[in-house]
C-alpha cells in the first residue's frame, strides 16, 4: 500500500434509528466503504441507542476490526457474520491463505466490547481483551501510556498510543493510509465523558501533540450524539437522530475539544460546546444529571 493517504468517500447518510423500533425496517448495521481497504460500520439505533461506530482496516496479511459494538446477541446484531462476509469478499481480490483477523477496542466499555464473544472460535483470529495487562503485552507498550506503539497489517502500519481518561483502557490510532485518527470516546460529536478530568486533560493534550505530528486527514469517533444546531444534542436514550451532524471532524475540533478540556479541567459538572458537550468527573454534578437525562429519555424519539 503506497500514496497514502488516499482520498476516500464520506459522502454517506448513516442509518440513525426509528420513531417506532418495531417497524423499524433498516438492517441491524449499516456498513460503508471509505475505500476499498477500509470499511465504518455502524450499529442501527433501533438495535442499541449507543449506536457505537466500528471500523474494519484491511492490510495485506492481515485485518483490524475496531470494537464489536453494544449488542451480544447475534440474532440481534450479526457481526461476525457480517465480517467473515466482507473478508471473504476482500480476498476474491487478495486470495491468500490463513489471513488473520485482529479483534480489538478503542476502550473497555461495553457498547464496544459486547460481541466479543461471537469471534471466539473464529479461525484466524487473535481477540484482544479489553484488559489493560493484555493491551499492554499485545502492542509492546513498555511506557504506558504515551508511548506511541506500532501495529503492522502488512504494508498498513498503525501508530497506536494510549489516551486514558475517559476509560483507563482508552486508546487512539492513526492510521496513515486513511488519514483517519480513531479516537474512540475521547473525541467525537456528542457527550464526551471525562470521568477522570485530571487524565483526560493530559490526554488530550497528548492527543493533540500526536495528531499535529501526522497528516491526519479525519478525525473518526465511535458516536453521535449532536444535532446539526450548535450546542444542541439528543437526549440520552434517544433512538431516532434524524438531523446528524457528520461523524468525521476536523482537526481543529480536535483542537477545540483540547482547548474546553483544559478550560474545565477543575470545574466538575456537565460544559456545553458548539460541536460538543464535556461531562467533568463521575461524581454528583456530572454523574446525577446524565442519570436524570438518560430517565426523562428512555422513551424519546424526537430530535431536540
Known sequence: MNDAPVSGDLNVRWIHGSRNRRTNTDPPMQVHAYDPHTYILRQNKAVNYEAPFLYLLFGNERALLWDTGATAAPDLFPLRATIDGMVDEWLKFHPQDNYELIVAHSHGHGDHVAADPQFADRPHTVLVEADLDRIKSFYGFTQWP????????????????????????????????????????????????????????????????????????????????????????????????????????????????????????????????????????SGPSAGMAARVLLARARNAVSPP
Open 146 to 281: 504515551y508511548q506511541v506503539v506500532q501495529l503492522d497489517l502488512g504494508g498498513r502500519v498503525l501508530d497506536i498510543t494510549g489516551i486514558p481518561g475517559h476509560d483507563t483502557r482508552s486508546l487512539a490510532v492513526f492510521d496513515p493510509w486513511s488519514g483517519f485518527l480513531l479516537t474512540g470516546d475521547t473525541v467525537y460529536p456528542g457527550r464526551l465523558y471525562a470521568r477522570e478530568p485530571g487524565p483526560f486533560a493530559m490526554s488530550m493534550e497528548h492527543l493533540a501533540e500526536f495528531a499535529d505530528a501526522r497528516p491526519v486527514t479525519h478525525v473518526m469517533g465511535c458516536h453521535i450524539e449532536q444535532s446539526r444546531t450548535p450546542r444542541r444534542d439528543y437526549p440520552i436514550g434517544c433512538t431516532y437522530q434524524p438531523k446528524e451532524p457528520p461523524l468525521q471532524m476536523t482537526m481543529e475540533q480536535l483542537h477545540a475539544v483540547r482547548d474546553a478540556t483544559r478550560a474545565v479541567r477543575d470545574r466538575p459538572g456537565i460544559h456545553v460546546f458548539d460541536d460538543f458537550t464535556i461531562y467533568n468527573g
